[in-house]
C-alpha cells in the first residue's frame, strides 16, 4: 500500500488516529496517561444498527468503504483492533482500498489468531488472509504469536505486551491467607473457545483432595437457564448436580461490571482458565494487575504474557494430571505474582511511545 505522508501529522503535532474500536480498556491503555503522545484516536462512531445500546461501538462503523471516504481529511492513519468479524473479506477489502485510494497507511494489533466466538477458524482465517497481507505495519503482544504470522504470512510484527487492564487507582497489594484456598472457573457466556464442563468436573475431583479448599464456579444467565439463549444443558446439569453435593459454590448471574469483576477476582486464590483454544487474554492481565494467580491452557501464548502455571488443554481434549499437577504446585507454592503499579505507568508510556513513533513513521 503506497502511503502519502501528512505534513501536519509529523514533527510534534498530534496525530489523528482512525482507531476501530477507540473506547476499549486496551486501546485507552497504549496511550499516554496524561495524552503527552501526541496521539488522538477519533470517537467510536454510532454503529449502524438501531438496536444498538448506548456507547456500544460494534459493528464498528468506521470499517465502511463509504465512512472512509466520507471522513478521510480528519483521520491521519487506521489502526484496527477488534470488530471486523462483523464484515465479510470482501468488505474488508474494499475498505483498504479506499484507504490506500487516499494514502492512510493502515496498522493491524493481531490479537487472536484464532477468534474465540468461532468455533472453527476458518471465517476468521479469511478475515486474516485480507488483513495480514497489506498492513503497513503489524502488532502482536507476544513472540509466540510474532513467530506464527511470519510462518504463516512472511511477516514480522512488532511484539509490545498488552497494557494494564485495571485502572492504576484500584491496583492495591494483594492480601492473602484467607480461611480457605479458592479455587475459580468463570464460564460466562460459554465462548467457543472454552470447555469449562471437563475442566470442572476434572477440579471438583482434584480438590476433594486438597483440605481447605473451594471451588467456585461462575456463569451467565444466558447459558444456565434452561430458556437462555445459548443454554448448554449437560454444563447446566453437571454444575447444579455438583453444586447440591457440595462439591462447588454456584453462582449464576449477568455479566459483571468492572468493579464487580475486580472484586470476584480479588475473592479468588487460583483463577483457572478453561479454554479449548486461544491466543492472548486481557483475563489473565487483569488477574495479574490485582495478584491472582493464573491457571492457562498450554493451547495459545498465554505464559508468554505475564507469570502464570499452565496445564495441558487443546482442541485434543484435557490431560487431567497435568491440571492436577498444576493445581497441587499452586496449593503448595501460592505464587504471588502481582504487576508493580510504577512499573505498569512506565509500561504504558512505553506503549504510548512505541505506537506514536510506529505511527510517525508510517507517515514520512
Not at 485510494?101 to 466466538?117: A, C, E, M, Q, S
Not at 469449562?196 to 444456565?224: E, F, K, M
Not at 448471574?253 to 468493579?259: G, K, P
Amino acid at each position: 500500500m503506497s502511503v502519502a505522508a501528512d505534513p501536519g501529522a509529523i514533527n510534534g503535532t498530534p496525530l489523528r488516529v482512525a482507531s476501530v474500536p477507540g473506547e476499549h480498556v486496551y486501546v485507552r491503555h497504549i496511550g499516554a496517561i496524561d495524552g503527552a503522545d501526541g496521539v488522538v484516536r477519533l470517537t467510536d462512531p454510532p454503529p449502524d444498527d438501531p438496536a444498538a445500546r448506548p456507547q456500544q461501538w460494534w459493528p464498528p462503523a468506521m470499517l465502511a468503504p463509504h465512512w472512509v471516504r466520507e471522513h478521510h481529511d480528519e483521520f491521519d492513519l487506521m489502526h484496527v483492533q477488534f470488530g471486523f468479524d462483523a464484515h465479510d473479506p470482501r468488505h474488508l477489502g474494499a475498505v483498504l482500498d479506499e484507504l490506500q485510494h487516499f494514502g492512510k497507511p493502515f496498522v493491524y494489533t493481531i490479537h487472536d489468531l484464532r477468534n474465540p466466538h468461532h468455533a472453527e477458524p476458518s471465517v476468521h482465517d479469511r478475515h486474516l488472509n485480507v488483513l495480514v497481507p497489506r498492513a503497513d505495519a503489524l502488532v502482536t503482544l507476544t513472540p509466540g504469536a510474532a513467530r506464527v504470522v511470519h510462518r504463516r504470512w512472511g511477516r514480522n510484527p512488532l511484539v509490545l505486551p498488552h497494557p494494564h487492564v485495571v485502572e492504576f487507582a484500584r491496583m492495591r497489594p494483594r492480601r492473602r491467607g484467607g480461611a480457605d484456598w479458592a479455587v475459580g472457573v468463570h464460564a460466562k457466556s460459554l465462548r467457543a473457545s472454552m470447555n469449562p464442563l471437563v475442566v470442572v468436573a476434572a477440579l471438583v475431583d482434584i480438590l476433594a483432595s486438597l483440605p481447605g479448599t473451594r471451588l467456585r464456579v461462575d456463569i451467565h444467565h444466558d447459558v444456565y437457564d434452561a430458556h437462555g439463549d445459548r443454554h448448554d444443558d449437560a454444563l447446566a446439569r453437571l454444575l447444579s448436580e455438583a453444586a447440591r453435593a457440595g462439591a462447588l459454590e454456584l453462582r449464576v448471574h449477568d455479566c459483571f461490571s468492572d468493579d464487580e469483576l475486580w472484586d470476584y477476582l480479588e475473592s479468588l486464590d487460583l483463577s483457572v482458565l478453561p479454554y479449548r483454544f486461544g491466543t492472548h487474554s486481557g483475563w489473565l492481565e487483569a488477574c495479574y494487575d490485582l495478584g491472582t494467580p493464573v491457571l492457562a491452557p498450554s493451547c495459545g501464548f498465554f505464559s508468554q504474557q505475564r507469570p502464570c502455571l499452565t496445564y495441558r488443554h487443546d482442541e485434543s481434549g484435557l490431560d487431567v494430571e497435568s491440571l492436577r499437577a498444576a493445581v497441587v504446585a499452586a496449593y503448595e507454592r501460592r505464587p504471588a505474582w502481582q504487576a508493580d503499579v510504577n512499573e505498569r505507568v512506565q509500561e504504558r508510556n512505553d506503549l504510548a511511545a512505541a505506537h506514536r513513533a510506529l505511527y510517525a513513521r508510517l507517515l514520512r
